[in-house]
């Protein structure tokens, strides 16, 4: 077995595992009982999951690697079908991260060709189509961002778009057509669900699973990961890996985060997300938003530990969002988050960095709406609905509803806010 660095003096890899025993140092680890290190670092790399099937092919894969001194071929498909990544999705990034630090190989998957059908895992009606160009802006997106988790040694990550092997002739796709049958598409969940429903199922999407399981046999994965949602997806990959003469591969699936409303999956589309590249302060101020029935959820699967049980909830949260915002921005970020979201939300004062926005105004007034569409990127009815409900303040005077068109001195030298995190310091170009 191929054992990556090991800066904390561990047997297999850091962050919780068994540190080394008296007088015992990492060469004669490593020399230890073969397949009682394999066990334990299968137990270890399987203890947050929520299967691990077959029962024991982890196991058996980490043993075979061992044997054939060669690391495993650890796969995960992303389809990019949305800009960013968020928390939800460093679940499994996390857990890729795991197997790269234990000295394997991470496939990522940019599911450039899955994309273009949509998974239809857990939805009640077939997904809207993305254009092209969606598509390969938010696959480099997706690519760049999981560098804030994965290690980008080449040595240990590869980076692969499934239009590669996707973009196949009429005679190879009848041969992956050729795997499977209707009748185990249909026992799937969501497609029973809708069939019982007489909901529309279009081919394409029973298409879908067959094209994440080739995958599998383009990338000749050892193992693959996934969120529970994808269980039948990596377990029909292993017959159709066995249908083309390849090992089948053994799954993990990890629990699905709930987002920032404690109920539902995190999911930009329901704007329960926490991207990984928003401001600090989002990070900071949407993390103390999680409910307190989901704090357990979060410490577990983001940070891979147990709510502090000597802090209430509050306090518990305060830590989560510092981490989070150092992990992806660094502990000075962490601090200064925590400084602004006291000085805005308890103290009731400015942050202490306000960015600046010109505005022209050559008829000499300013039609709020269209200010804040540009300078914040909601839309002009939604400016008018904030306006409304007194969410925007100019200075210290809140708008009134009827107030969408100001004199340009009004404006110039004021801080506008919108809600409660969004600030611009005004100046007339």
């Excluded at 990492?26 to 020399?31: G, N, P, S, T, V």
């Excluded at 949509?118 to 092209?132: A, E, I, N, V, Y």
């Excluded at 480099?140 to 990550?157: E, G, H, I, K």
Aim: hydrophobic share 40%; net charge negative; aromatic share 6%.
């Amino acid at each position: 077995m191929r054992v990556g660095a090991n800066p904390c003096g561990c047997t297999w890899g850091h962050g919780g595992l068994r540190p080394l025993r008296k007088g015992e140092s990492l060469a004669l680890a490593r020399m230890a009982d073969d397949d009682r290190q394999a066990s334990e670092i299968a137990a270890w790399l399987a203890r947050n999951a929520v299967d691990s099937l077959p029962t024991g092919a982890l196991q058996a894969k980490l043993e075979l690697a061992q044997r054939e001194g060669r690391p495993l071929r650890v796969k995960l498909g992303i389809d990019p079908t949305a800009p960013d990544l968020h928390l939800g999705h460093t679940v499994v990034l996390t857990k890729l991260r795991e197997f790269q630090d234990l000295g394997h190989t991470v496939v990522l998957i940019v599911g450039d060709y899955t994309a273009r059908v949509g998974d239809p895992s857990g939805r009640s009606s077939t997904r809207p189509q993305l254009s092209g160009e969606e598509i390969d802006r938010n696959a480099q997106t997706f690519s760049d961002q999981a560098f804030r988790v994965l290690d980008d040694d080449p040595s240990r990550l590869e980076v692969r778009r499934n239009g590669e092997w996707l973009d196949m002739s009429m005679e190879d796709l009848l041969r992956l057509a050729a795997t499977t049958t209707v009748a185990q598409l249909i026992e799937r969940d969501d497609f029973d669900r809708r069939h019982r429903a007489r909901e529309p199922i279009s081919i394409l999407e029973l298409l879908y699973p067959l094209m994440q399981g080739f995958d599998s046999v383009a990338v000749r994965a050892d193992v693959e990961l996934g969120g529970t949602d994808q269980k039948f997806n990596l377990l029909l990959g292993r017959d159709i890996q066995r249908a083309y003469g390849q090992p089948e591969q053994a799954i993990l699936t990890m629990p699905i985060l709930v987002g920032t409303d404690g109920r539902d999956k995190m999911s930009k589309s329901l704007g329960n997300q926490i991207g990984v590249t928003e401001a600090p302060d989002e990070i900071y101020g949407k993390t103390l938003r999680v409910p307190d029935t989901a704090l357990d959820a979060y410490y577990g699967l983001l940070l891979g530990r147990e709510t502090p049980a000597e802090l209430g909830p509050r306090d518990a949260k305060r830590a989560l969002a510092r981490e989070l915002v150092g992990r992806f921005w660094g502990p000075e970020a962490a601090q200064r988050a925590e400084a602004d979201f006291d000085r805005v939300f308890v103290a009731r004062e400015l942050p202490e960095e306000v960015p600046e926005a010109s505005f022209s105004a050559p008829e000499g007034s300013v039609h709020v709406p269209a200010l804040l569409a540009e300078l914040f990127g909601v839309s002009r009815s939604d400016a008018r609905r904030l306006i409304g409900q007194g969410g925007v303040r100019v200075g210290d005077r809140v708008l009134e509803p009827g107030e969408q068109d100001l004199p340009a001195e009004a404006l110039d030298g004021q801080v506008l806010r919108v809600g409660k995190r969004r600030f611009a310091r005004l100046r007339r170009s």
